[in-house]
């Protein structure tokens, strides 16, 4: 799940960095002769990191000059230079909806003869491949590094009391009641900031429903109404354990809470772990793969493509951009990478993981994950403040005809594109 709530920028704005970036044509060479690639990627607060791989690429490298550009709200600058029709040479994006649009638009390279994917895990390639509309011909991006989401818990807290780890439903539940009886916030929530429903939610659904049920339901195979059920129930369990109005906290309200010791344990990302840890650096925080199954083996670790790079199809200079992209799958830049953002390594390798996912790290390590369920969702049907409706009137058949009403008003044109393939195939 990519993190919203970004702090929006005017149009003047987005003009005014449009104007200032250096808009240096797809592989064209500068006065030195040497070859320019551009990469515009959509993380600002990685900037650090992308900064330092770009001075390294360029101290080592005489052909070629890498330019990169982290802005803010790279993807409606992104989208503004697509319609000038002037694409950077390299884009890094997640993998999501956006990510599938511009597959159907046929705006990406096909880059299947990039040696570097041999060395990127197969749940990562599956996830890209399950992104697409329908099955295409060839490989469109390289996933660079994940997220993991699930549950966050205080540590020391959990030794203090001696609390165990849950591997079933049944024993979270249980450890909740526990916690509580002792006095303690199990959980905290904060979906006054209705994004932040979708990770209780991505992080259940991954483990009781298929990686591809939305693409089931565009087949006509399936109803959300039948896969969504148990999930649907079982985020209605999680309230009682968390604050008495949890719509009262947004998420930063939240971060601070469990940052104070406020609740043991918070149903997140670990993308809020740098959040937490700027209001209590010394917090010792460890995380788990949601239980929400009768066995442990069900369990699957959420975890979805963060930050991934594609080749735009209208790039002059596929070599030189190879040459880029080897040089970020390096190990010492991945390396340099995780330790800026706490993220999972989408390539195979003995990478040095933040503490934090040390109790995730058997998921990883055993390629047992799916992608955020979200990353599917079109973001006009506005998915989480539905989650958020449906929380507060806990109507579990009214949420799910909704869903499957709203899903069918807002892939229309999918569910067309979908049904004429398989008439085809």
């Not at 990770?199 to 659904?205: K, V």
């Not at 195979?221 to 354990?241: C, S």
């Not at 058997?362 to 955020?372: F, G």
Request: glycine letters at 6%.
């Amino acid at each position: 799940m990519q993190r919203k709530g970004k702090i929006g920028i005017s149009v003047l704005l987005i003009a005014a960095m449009l104007t200032a970036m250096t808009l240096t044509a797809c592989g064209s060479k500068d006065d030195s002769g040497k070859t320019v690639i551009e990469l515009v990627q959509y993380k600002p607060e990685a900037v650090d990191a992308f900064e330092a791989i770009e001075e390294k690429f360029n101290a080592t490298h005489d052909d070629i000059q890498l330019k990169i550009e982290s802005p803010n709200d790279a993807m409606t600058i992104l989208k503004t230079r697509f319609i000038r029709e002037d694409a950077p040479d390299i884009i890094g994006i997640g993998g999501d909806v956006n990510f599938s649009s511009f597959i159907d638009s046929d705006m990406l390279m096909d880059i299947s003869d990039f040696e570097g994917l041999a060395d990127i895990k197969q749940s990562y390639k599956d996830i890209d491949k399950a992104l697409e509309y329908v099955p295409e011909e060839g490989v469109y991006a390289v996933p660079y590094v994940a997220n993991a989401a699930g549950i966050l818990y205080n540590r020391e807290m959990f030794k203090e009391h001696g609390w165990e780890i849950p591997e079933t439903w049944d024993e979270f539940i249980s450890l909740c009641d526990e916690i509580q009886a002792e006095g303690i916030m199990p959980l905290y929530f904060g979906f006054k900031d209705v994004w932040t429903t979708l990770a209780p939610w991505n992080a259940m659904a991954v483990g009781i429903a298929d990686a591809d049920v939305c693409r089931q339901v565009n087949k006509g195979e399936t109803t959300f109404t039948e896969e969504y059920r148990e999930v649907a129930q079982k985020m209605l369990e999680l309230l009682p354990y968390g604050p008495d109005d949890p719509f009262a906290y947004d998420y930063n309200g939240a971060c601070t809470a469990f940052a104070n010791g406020e609740s043991a344990m918070y149903t997140i990302g670990s993308y809020a772990v740098p959040q937490i840890m700027s209001v209590n650096p010394d917090m010792d925080i460890d995380s788990f793969v949601f239980p929400v199954n009768d066995k442990e083996e069900d369990n699957i670790l959420n975890s979805g493509i963060d930050l991934q790079f594609c080749v735009m199809n209208d790039c002059e200079n596929k070599e030189a951009a190879y040459e880029v992209l080897s040089f970020l799958l390096k190990d010492e830049s991945i390396q340099e990478y995780l330790d800026n953002q706490n993220a999972v390594p989408c390539k195979e390798g003995d990478f040095q993981l933040p503490s934090m996912l040390d109790g995730m790290k058997k998921y990883i390590d055993e390629d047992r994950m799916a992608d955020y369920q979200d990353h599917y969702y079109p973001a006009e049907m506005s998915v989480d403040a539905q989650i958020q409706t449906f929380l507060m009137k806990k109507d579990v058949d009214a949420f799910l005809t909704k869903f499957d009403k709203d899903w069918i008003r807002y892939n229309r044109d999918i569910i067309r594109k979908v049904e004429d393939y398989e008439a085809e195939h």
